[in-house]
Every structure is written in structure tokens, then in C-alpha cells.
């Protein structure tokens, strides 16, 4: 992956403002310094998105999501960092220079080749032939306007239509061959889409890199062809639809998988928008991936008849594996969720999705099971277990075996044998019977927020009070995963004159949980105050309860020590009983100038 120069990083970073992109997307009003807005990434009637013009940061007290410009762009677009470094630097006309001057070429004109396309495509509809395509759609409900935001079009029954059209416009030959558009026949190169209705494929920002065709009244044997895969579109990670439906995935954090692309377009028209189409493939691990940047629920609505009940099932498995708990939206026999829709409205799908049901208990209830025979019920479990045994998360395969017990009424821990003699070697089983230790959560609640405090406390405006937490904070001392990582990254920042820059430290943070955190305890700052005497007392509790909670493991070894090891541990613990008491005089210098 080609690399970015720290300083087209940096200057991105001092050209941005927080308000002017954001509010490309949020309708943001000015209450006190801070601006507000709906929150884009969660359901709400009233605003709980804030923007801070001073930090460059934004953070929302709805649903917890919160970090600087690029993490708002990473989030909203569902980018990589440097993907959105470069969305940045093109809205600000900063030069990026990633690619060499040709192969850029080479790729803009791949998505050009695609946009004239679609918009030939786009106008044939106005051609009789055309015209009786309207009709066609129109009749099975697809109604104008969903025709134009889709971009359905139509391919005329011409051997060298579009091929002739791209040539007027000077394409590269390269580019034109790698298009996917076109094959390489006897007679040389011909149009791959002759007289079918076309749907563009775009991706997530919404660039059309590849179609799909369908049959109009030909006896053509496939129903559906596909552009074949190129330098722009690789099948297997690509939904169809995504680029129309993205927000509507985070907004719901549910998304609906259909197989076909009319499916999508139906259900997208009747009002269910959190809607994909794996379209030309089977569902892949790069799928799972890809919708688990948007949501934490999957249903999959595929056609009814076994082909697509089968297929269903494969599709779970893979969603499974990579960590989710799919469901199956269950259709009735011989039909397809566009089918369902024409005949009986939205409804009764509507509903079929609400009472999903999991994927175990639709394999269950899909599998032709002789209730008599014992045989026919143990191959199935084998079957599920199988499947089940690839998932690596103890508490998700937890979960599966309670799932699976109740839809086939078999014994929880017999289940758990069968799948740890299938995998003996795995050490799971010991996992789930251990016990978690009981925490006092009040204790730790409080704890925590030391913890929370003292990264506040890392940007506070006198260096001497920095320069003290960089001089005598221990890190092995945290308890908070995250807090750790965050001081991580604000640590060489301490001794420096001037303050950490947030936004600096925001985009060294990698992980987003991470990210929101210390967007949520940085908004607010200004209200607190940051001196000295706070970090002494600070870092004096955390160091206490660190010794507390080794005083205590200590005392609790000496239950099960052999005496010759008894000796060592009683020195170590009169050790930390007076470091505990001398705790509060071990700050005093800093106390008295
Ligand atoms: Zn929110």
C-alpha cells in the first residue's frame, strides 16, 4: 500500500475544519462554543451530536461515537485512514502524489469508461425498445423515480454500440480492454451486454465500476451475466447497492442480504433501505468483513425454492465465522422477496423479516429429520457441529451450542462433548467452566474514573503539571485497557512546552473504540481544572490501588505457598504495606515550590 508524507498528513490537518465537513452531512447549529446536530450515526429525534470548533473534535451522547475530522470521515464513508487522508487532501486541493501520474490515469479512465456507459444505457431507455423495458419494470412496481436513483438502463441489441461510443472519446486501449465491457472475439473485440436490462454496480463512494445484465425478451439461456472482474471490481467483496444503502445499514445496524438485484430494488422502494444484493457470486468472507464495518445484525432474504434455502444456509455459516448471529428470513416456497412483494404488497415481508428466525433452527427445520430415527437427528448435529467448530470467540460458540440445544431439544453439555471430542485439542471447554471472578463494580466504576481523569489531566495548560505525570506515571499501574493505549500515544507528548495536539493523538489512536473514548473525555475539558495538586492526588490513588490489589494477591498466594517460598513473599508484602504508607508524603517537593 503506498504511503502517505507525514506532512501531507499534517497539512490535511491544518486545512480542515471539523464544522465545514461535518456539516456536509449534518445540519449543525451554534449553542454556546459547541455546534449540534442529529447524530449520523444513530437513530434520534433530538440532538445529541456535538461539534467543538476549538479541539477539532466531535462526539455524540447518544450512542458514544466521537473522535477528530478523519475519524469522522473513516466512520461516515467507511474508509481506511489513508483513503480518507486522500478524500481530504482532494476537497482541499492538497497535492497527495500517491500514484505514479500513468496507473492514476489508467484507473480514472476505468471509472470513466463506466459513468459514459451507464449514461448511454441510461438514455437507450428513451429508444421504443427502451420504452417497452419502462413499461416491463413499471408493471412488476418498479416506478420511475426508483429507476433513475438506481440507474437502470438497457444495452441495445447491437454488437458494437458502446464499443464505438467509447472510441469517440479517446480511451486508452488498455483501459478499454481491462474495462470488463468488452470481449475479444474471432472478429476482434464486441460489446459483452447486447439487448438486456442494465444495472449499474457501483461502490462505496458511489463510483460504477462493473454491470450486471439481465434477459429481455430473449430465449438467451443466462438469465443473468456480469461484468467480468478488472482492476476496479473484484466480485467477491462487492455488494450491490451498498453505495445507496450504507447509511441506512449504520442507521438501522441491521442489514438485509438479498440475492438479486430487482430484489434489492424492490424492497429499497417499499421502505426497506438497509438492503444488499451479493449479485454474480456466492457470499464470501470479504462480504462478512465488509458489512461488519456498518452493522452487527445480518437476515438473509433469499429466494424460497432449495437452491436458495441451500444457499442460505452456506451464506449463515460464513456470516457465523466471522462473528455474527445470523438470521434467515423465512419465504414462502417458490417465490423471491420481489416476487412476494408484487403479489401481496410489503407486508407480510415485512413481517417475515421482523420474525426471523436463527440459522440453526432454519437448517433444522429445512432438513428433511426423521423424528423416529435416532441416525438422521445425529448427522445433522455432526453436520452443525462441524461448522461450529471453526469459530474461534468461546463466548460466540458458547452462544451457538444454547442455540443449538434449544431448536433440537439435545443436552447443552452433550453438545459441548461432541464438539470437544471434535476438537480436543482446543481448550474452550476449559474456558466455559471457568467461573469469572466476582468484581466489586462500584469500586471499579470509581477506580476508572482516576483513570479517565488523568488523561484529562495530560492536557492541562501548565507544562510543570505535565512534565510531572511524564516524570512519574508507571503505566503498569493502569487497570483500563484503553486508557493505556490512549496515554501511550499522549506519553511523548508530556514533556514537551506546549500542549499534546488532540487531533495528533486522535489518529495515533488505531482502535475506534479507543478513539471515541478519549473524544468523550477530552469535549469537555475546559470545565475542569487541571492543576498540579490534581495529578499528585491522581496519580497517588491509582499507585495505592495498584499496591492494594498486589497486597492482596499476595496474601491470597500465601494460602497455597510451600514454606520455603513463604519467606520471600512476607518481605515483598511489608515491602508495598510501607510504600503504601509512605504514599502521601512521596510527592511532597512538588507540593512546596
Ligand atoms: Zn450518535
Known amino acids: 500500500m503506498a504511503r502517505i508524507a507525514e506532512q501531507v498528513i499534517e497539512q490535511v490537518r491544518s486545512s480542515v475544519d471539523i464544522v465545514d465537513i461535518i456539516g456536509e452531512y449534518v445540519q449543525l447549529t451554534k449553542r454556546g462554543y459547541n455546534f449540534f446536530g442529529l447524530c449520523p450515526f444513530h437513530m434520534e429525534k433530538t440532538p445529541s451530536f456535538a461539534v467543538n470548533p476549538n479541539k477539532q473534535i466531535y462526539k455524540c451522547f447518544g450512542c458514544g461515537s466521537g473522535g477528530g475530522t478523519i475519524n469522522f470521515v473513516m466512520e461516515i464513508e467507511k474508509m481506511e485512514f489513508i483513503e480518507a487522508i486522500k478524500f481530504l487532501a482532494e476537497k482541499y486541493n492538497i497535492e497527495v502524489n500517491l500514484e505514479t501520474k500513468k496507473s492514476s490515469k489508467f484507473f480514472s479512465q476505468l471509472f470513466e469508461i463506466h459513468n459514459l456507459a451507464a449514461n448511454l444505457y441510461q438514455q437507450n431507455l428513451k429508444t421504443p425498445k427502451g420504452l417497452q423495458i419502462l413499461n416491463y419494470l413499471n408493471?412488476?412496481?418498479?416506478?420511475?423515480?426508483?429507476?433513475?436513483?438506481?440507474?437502470i438502463g438497457f444495452s441495445l441489441n447491437k454488437w458494437s454500440f458502446l464499443l464505438d461510443e467509447t472510441r469517440k472519446n479517446n480511451f486508452k486501449s488498455d483501459a478499454l480492454i481491462q474495462s470488463g465491457l468488452f470481449i475479444n472475439g474471432d472478429k476482434g473485440y464486441y460489446d459483452r451486454f447486447r439487448n438486456r436490462i442494465m444495472f449499474p454496480i457501483s461502490d462505496r463512494s458511489n463510483k460504477i465500476i462493473a454491470f450486471g445484465g439481465r434477459v429481455f425478451d430473449s430465449n438467451d439461456p443466462a438469465k443473468y451475466i456480469n461484468s467480468?472482474?478488472?482492476?476496479?471490481?473484484?466480485k467477491s467483496k462487492v455488494f450491490y447497492g451498498l453505495s445507496n444503502t450504507k447509511g441506512f445499514l449504520s442507521k438501522e445496524n441491521t442489514a438485509i442480504v438479498v440475492e438479486g438485484y430487482l430484489d434489492l430494488i424492490q424492497l429499497f422502494q417499499n421502505d426497506i433501505k438497509n438492503v444488499v444484493a451479493v449479485s454474480g457470486t456466492s457470499f464470501t468472507d470479504s462480504h462478512a468483513l465488509e458489512l461488519n464495518k456498518y452493522v452487527k445484525n445480518v437476515k438473509i432474504a433469499y429466494d424460497g425454492d432449495n437452491a436458495g434455502k441451500n444457499a442460505?444456509?452456506?451464506?449463515?455459516?460464513?456470516?457465523?465465522?466471522?462473528?455474527?448471529?445470523?438470521?434467515?428470513?423465512?419465504?414462502?416456497?417458490n417465490t423471491d422477496p420481489d416476487d412476494w412483494i408484487q403479489k401481496e404488497g410489503p407486508i407480510p415481508l415485512k413481517n417475515a423479516i421482523k420474525n426471523s428466525i436463527n440459522l440453526f433452527e432454519f437448517q433444522y427445520k429445512n432438513s428433511d429429520?426423521?423424528?423416529?430415527?435416532?441416525n438422521s437427528i445425529s448427522n445433522l448435529v455432526n453436520d452443525i457441529l462441524k461448522e461450529i467448530s471453526d469459530v474461534v470467540d468461546p463466548v460466540h460458540k458458547e452462544l451457538c451450542i444454547r442455540s443449538i440445544a434449544k431448536v433440537t431439544n439435545l443436552n447443552e453439555n452433550t453438545l459441548f462433548e461432541s464438539l470437544s471430542n471434535m476438537n480436543s485439542k482446543k481448550s474452550f471447554k476449559t474456558n466455559y467452566d471457568k467461573k469469572s471472578k466476582k468484581t466489586n463494580?462500584?469500586?471499579?466504576?470509581n477506580y476508572n474514573l482516576l483513570e479517565d481523569e488523568l488523561i484529562q489531566i495530560c492536557f492541562s495548560n501548565d507544562s510543570k503539571t505535565r512534565l510531572f505525570i511524564y516524570e512519574n506515571m508507571n503505566t503498569e499501574w493502569m487497570i483500563s485497557k484503553s486508557v493505556k493505549s490512549i496515554f501511550n500515544e499522549i506519553f511523548i507528548h508530556l514533556h514537551s512546552e506546549y500542549k499534546p495536539d488532540i487531533n495528533v493523538v486522535m489518529d495515533g489512536i488505531k482502535d475506534a473504540n479507543y478513539?471515541?473514548?478519549?473524544?468523550?473525555?477530552?469535549?469537555?475539558?475546559?470545565?475542569?481544572i487541571l492543576s498540579i495538586d490534581a495529578a499528585i492526588e491522581c496519580l497517588t490513588r491509582i499507585e495505592k490501588s495498584f499496591l492494594k490489589r498486589k497486597l492482596n494477591s499476595l496474601r491470597e498466594s500465601l494460602n497455597i505457598l510451600k514454606s520455603d517460598e513463604l519467606k520471600s513473599i512476607l518481605i515483598e508484602i511489608s515491602n508495598i504495606q510501607s510504600s503504601l504508607n509512605n504514599i502521601k508524603f512521596k510527592y511532597d517537593k512538588f507540593n512546596k515550590n
Open 139 to 151: 408493471k412488476r412496481g418498479i416506478n420511475n423515480d426508483t429507476i433513475n436513483e438506481f440507474q
Open 228 to 234: 467480468s472482474e478488472t482492476p476496479i471490481y473484484n
Open 312 to 333: 442460505a444456509i452456506r451464506s449463515g455459516y460464513v456470516l457465523l465465522k466471522n462473528g455474527f448471529f445470523p438470521e434467515i428470513v423465512v419465504i414462502p416456497e
Open 369 to 374: 429429520i426423521d423424528d423416529s430415527n435416532p
Open 441 to 445: 463494580n462500584n469500586d471499579l466504576t
Open 515 to 528: 478513539r471515541q473514548k478519549f473524544a468523550a473525555l477530552i469535549f469537555d475539558i475546559d470545565k475542569k
